[in-house]
């Protein structure tokens, strides 16, 4: 996969409108490039995005963050070098995704944080910032995942939480409910960024995949690999477990594209 930006542009032709597309928050697209050449670059929500080769095709992956708001989105394309471009303009429309409401009802140490605690939380949400933002070059030829883990769905991407009647954060992951000790799979090939035992999410471990695609394993019993390991797809990395601020054995898995929070069944093969 190669990403390139244009410069020195002497001749650009008028864009021609192609495709128009329709997705959910959190959603990531595959989209086919609609126009032919070398040097390809996209761009949507202002941001470039990763271009792969299948079956002869460019396809360009472009994730959704859970919170942008719906409405229609330019997807822009160039091609050609120096001399000459082409360029295209493709559509995305953005709906509302139906996210599911959840309430739970836990103990008031588990809810409320003194000074200390808040200190360390967001000491770990410092960590994982840093995590997602490390740069990792890592050749997925086209990033399909698999599941990291089997079991049942717990917690949906994006369900809204109310924690004592109290609204939080929508949910950035996909909550995988499954015995303590179940192993857990990379579902991509990556780097492991970060191995750290956190207030909030407990021993968690973090995974760059390249093209700023990160994956994110929270509440585990146990990780098994150290920080700067590579690992292929399929490998075995971690336990599931009930550590930090969990009322059960499960595996939260959230996956980070480019910045953006998208879900991880739009991940999948």
Known sequence: MK?????????????????TYQAKQGDVLRIPAPIPGENLNVQAFGKSWPIYEK????????GIHLSNKPASYNIQWTSGGAASVNQALDKVEVQKGAFRI????????MSSF??????????????????????????????????PVEGVVSTPFAAQRYVNGNARSPHSGLDIA???????????A???LLVSDMF????LVAIGHGDGLTTVYAHLNKALVKEGAILKQGDIFAEV????????????????????KVSPKTMLQ
């Open 3 to 19: 990403t390139f930006f244009l410069t020195f542009l002497l001749l650009i032709t008028s864009p021609s409108w192609a495709t």
């Open 55 to 62: 079956d002869g095709k460019h396809i360009a992956w472009i």
């Open 102 to 109: 959840s309430h739970i009802t836990v103990e008031k140490k």
């Open 114 to 147: 003194d000074e200390a605690a808040l200190k360390r939380i967001r000491a770990d949400s410092a960590a994982l910032k840093k995590a997602y933002k490390s740069s990792v070059s890592i050749n997925n030829s086209w990033p399909a995942m698999i599941l």
């Open 178 to 188: 499954a015995p303590t000790g179940t192993r857990v799979k990379a579902p991509l």
């Open 190 to 192: 990556g780097k492991v």
């Open 200 to 203: 909030l999410n407990g021993i």
């Open 241 to 260: 477990g009930n550590t930090g601020r969990s009322t059960g054995p499960h595996l939260h898995w959230g996956v980070q594209f480019n910045g953006n």
